[in-house]
């Protein structure tokens, strides 16, 4: 009875949180443990995933994501996973991972700015933090939050892990919900439009990702909305994005 009365006082506590964009928000876990389980999986997915050594995919990816997450005033590191999948990903802790087979779709800087900004807002808006506390409020997770502010429990790492989605694999790509998808493409887009990075690429990014997927949504996209709902939603708040990239002085040249 104890237990189910310190998670409930836990869900009034958390209650208030929002999101950058205002969207109210359920958040149970501290930013220093969701932090801690990203730099883990991302520690773990540098030792089992190949990793691209050429010097000039990694100049350029790293040129576009500095770029970004300057505009953050955080410290990112940025890996170039060697694989043919069109995916990134960014990790709680400042961790970012591009997977070479993007940057045949991604054809411009521009276009990489777009995904990279884009998961980059995922970490800033705290989805994942959202994601695993949806996950202990929704599935009787106590022992999830047990495990996270320091409870024991045989099975409570591999139930926060379970939840987080971090793993050996890929599985560390939460399937983010389609409201977060959208608040991610706006904050994206913000941030690669003060970047320096053109905005309107945006959208023929997601035209790139469209056709790259033939019949099939491209992998990147098969937890998001569909093309043409992201596009509505990035045309939406393109006035505001190209403002912000016109009043940004220093455009980067990553290519």
Known sequence: MRRIYVASLLLLLVACATSPTGRNQLKLFSEEKI???????????KQEEPIDTSTADNRYVKCVADAITRVTGGEWEVTVFKDDQVNAFALP??????????????KTDDQLAAVIGHEVGHVLADHG???VSQQAATQGGLQVV????????????????SALGLGAQVGILLPFSRT????ADTIGLELMARAGFDPRQSVALWQNMAAAG?????????THPSNQSRINNLESHMNQAMQLYQQTPNKPNCS
């Open 35 to 45: 932090a801690q389980m990203g730099i883990q999986s991302y520690q773990q997915m």
């Open 146 to 161: 047990s495990a996270f502010l320091g409870g024991s429990g045989g099975g409570g790492n591999q139930a926060v892990m």
């Open 93 to 106: 802790g400042g961790k970012i991972g591009v997977y070479s087979g993007l940057l045949d779709v991604a």
């Open 214 to 222: 033939g019949e099939k949504p491209a992998e990147f996209m098969s």
């Open 180 to 183: 977060q998808e959208s608040e």
């Open 129 to 131: 933090n959202e994601r």
